[in-house]
Nanobody, 115 residues
Framework: QVQLVESGGGLVQAGESLRLSCAAS????????MGWYRQAPGKQRELVAT???????NYADSVKGRFTISRDNAKNTVYLQMNSLKPEDTAVYYC?????????WGQGTQVTVSS
């Protein structure tokens, strides 16, 4: 059992920044990789960024150079620093934890970027 709780979403103007947080609890020792996904209205959920237990990161091309994923193991928390936000980044952002027992998802946090 892994529980994930996202926070930090909000409404910002284009060019501004937000920092999302994902706090993990439960059987966190089973987590091999964590990531952020997003889903815009009428679109499929898509991968934004991942980070594994060796701190190797991976990013979608659309956010590369603007977003940074990081982790604080002492706090069991993963972050997504989002800079230079664009209206196209508007979506519900979900934290994901990958384990051998399947994926776990947070409840999502809304990010809205106005023009």
């Amino acid at each position: 059992q892994v529980q994930l709780v996202e926070s930090g979403g909000g409404l910002v103007q284009a060019g501004e920044s937000l920092r999302l947080s994902c706090a993990a609890s439960g059987s966190t020792f089973r987590i091999y990789v964590m990531g952020w996904y997003r889903q815009a209205p009428g679109k499929q959920r898509e991968l934004v960024a991942t980070i594994n237990n060796g701190d190797t990161t991976n990013y979608a091309d659309s956010v590369k150079g603007r977003f940074t994923i990081s982790r604080d193991n002492a706090k069991n928390t993963v972050y997504l620093q989002m800079n230079s936000l664009k209206p196209e980044d508007t979506a519900v952002y979900y934290c994901n934890a990958g384990t051998t027992r399947g994926p776990y998802w947070g409840q999502g946090t809304q990010v809205t970027v106005s023009s």
